[in-house]
């Protein structure tokens, strides 16, 4: 059975994926929601989707959707760098710089803004399934004075010129990709990659609890077990419910974390394993 990926082919996740499981077949989707819909109905053997770059932050698409919608267990996780290309059509690129419109991921399109606003000033953003969507769109469309953000896989595969490269604002860019599959078997740390193992829980704070968030952290924290995130998630059951996000660095052990989650639904509560998994380096 495939990996399926957000697609079209040439997506950073695509790249994620070919450094995960180098000798896989793979399946692109056009959306977040389809991969992971697809890894629900057993189609493929897992999803690989993008959940949080370094440089804008979670991907909430991802998230809302494994909580809300298709609660699959997260099997793995992998970090990729990430550089950031300006495409042109080869048309264009001698007066690449006169581009009216700039296609891309929203997530690109924000790791980009200072270029944006500095080189491209006043050509229009428009928003894209991925960024290889935008390649793909502007190849397509040769008489459009357009340009992509994407990688350079992209621009290999759909025939366009980087003519301008590294274009993200900060250096430190990366994105993690999580791994989920209807199977709830981690992925084995067996690999050049490996780099440790993660928790991830999903907290729902009862109501009018004064001090709960302190107490729901307090139980990690005498337990001395390290965060390395924590996100709050609007619970859209009513303004002022959220849930966390809270992602532990350690495996799920048979002590520790399920005692920290015991504590934590004794406070009222409600916890959501979504998953312990090896994470890798790319
Ligand atoms: O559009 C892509 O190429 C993706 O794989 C998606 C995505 C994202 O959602 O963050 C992945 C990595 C980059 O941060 C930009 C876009």
Request: aromatic share 8%; net charge negative; charged share 15%.
């Amino acid at each position: 059975m495939k990996i399926g990926y957000l697609g079209p082919k040439a997506t950073f996740t695509e790249a994620a994926v070919a450094a995960l499981f180098p000798s896989e077949p793979r399946e692109p989707y056009n959306t977040i929601p389809d991969c992971i819909d697809a890894a629900a109905a057993g189609e493929i053997k897992a999803a690989v989707v993008p959940l949080e770059n370094a440089l804008e932050g979670s991907v909430n698409l991802t998230l809302d959707y494994l909580i809300h919608e298709q609660p699959l267990p997260i099997i793995g996780e992998i970090v990729v760098p990430i550089e950031q290309h300006l495409l042109v059509h080869p048309y264009h690129a001698p007066h690449w710089r006169e581009v009216k419109e700039v296609y891309s991921h929203a997530h690109a399109i924000a790791q980009c803004r200072k270029f944006l606003h500095t080189v491209l000033k006043g050509a229009s953003q428009v928003p894209m399934t991925s960024t290889s969507a935008a390649a793909k769109f502007v190849s397509e469309h040769p008489h459009l004075p357009a340009a992509a953000i994407a990688n350079r896989l992209a621009a290999n595969e759909y025939g366009l010129v980087i003519v301008q490269e590294n274009i993200h604002d900060y250096d430190y860019n990366h994105t993690r990709f999580i791994v989920v599959s209807r199977r709830n078997e981690p992925l084995s740390p067996n690999s050049p990659l490996y780099a440790g193992d993660k928790t991830t829980v999903v907290v729902m704070l009862p109501q009018d609890h004064p001090g709960a968030l302190h107490q729901v952290l307090s139980a990690f924290a005498w337990r001395r077990l390290n965060l390395t995130k924590i996100e709050s998630r609007p619970a859209k059951t009513g303004l002022g419910n959220y849930f966390f996000i809270i992602d532990i660095d350690a495996p799920l052990d048979e002590v520790l974390i399920p005692g920290a989650i015991a504590e934590i639904e004794a406070l009222g509560c409600t916890v959501q394993l979504l998953g312990s998994y090896p994470y890798y380096f790319a």
